[in-house]
């Protein structure tokens, strides 16, 4: 069973920054992707950030939309990867996913969101 939980939203005015953490326990065997997601009223759930290894190495991708605004990072130690979120706009708002894929010995690879956290940029 693997557990996700996130924190760091909240209320921020527009320019501003906010630090989204995605925390993942259980019994963890290897992390393939680590991500953010967010999904507007609305709207339909969109990638926003992903970090991963793959059988063809690392990768990192980010939403056109979020280029140079957003980072997203990771810390293996710990098991929890983060969002900074700079330069915030209005369109941004949104509820915030964190996802993953992990391998575990009872699941093998499977996909986990978490409980999702709110961004509400004003003006």
């Known amino acids: 069973q693997v557990q996700l939980v996130e924190s760091g939203g909240g209320l921020v005015q527009a320019g501003g920054s906010l630090r989204l953490a995605c925390e993942a326990s259980?019994?963890?065997?290897?992390?393939?992707?680590m991500g953010w997601y967010r999904q507007a009223p609305g709207k339909q759930r969109e990638l926003v950030a992903r970090?991963?290894?793959?059988?063809?190495?690392?990768?990192?991708n980010y939403a056109e939309s979020v280029k140079g605004r957003f980072t997203i990072s990771r810390d293996n130690a710990k098991n929890t990867w983060y969002l900074q979120m700079n330069s915030l706009k209005l369109e941004d708002t949104a509820v915030y996913y964190c996802?993953?894929?992990?391998?575990?010995?009872?699941?093998?690879?499977?996909?986990?969101w978490g409980q999702g956290t709110q961004v509400t940029v004003s003006s």
């Open positions: 970090v991963g290894e793959n059988t063809r190495g690392g990768f990192t």
């Open positions: 259980g019994n963890i065997v290897r992390i393939n992707v």
């Open positions: 996802h993953t894929n992990i391998y575990t010995f009872a699941q093998a690879n499977a996909d986990y």
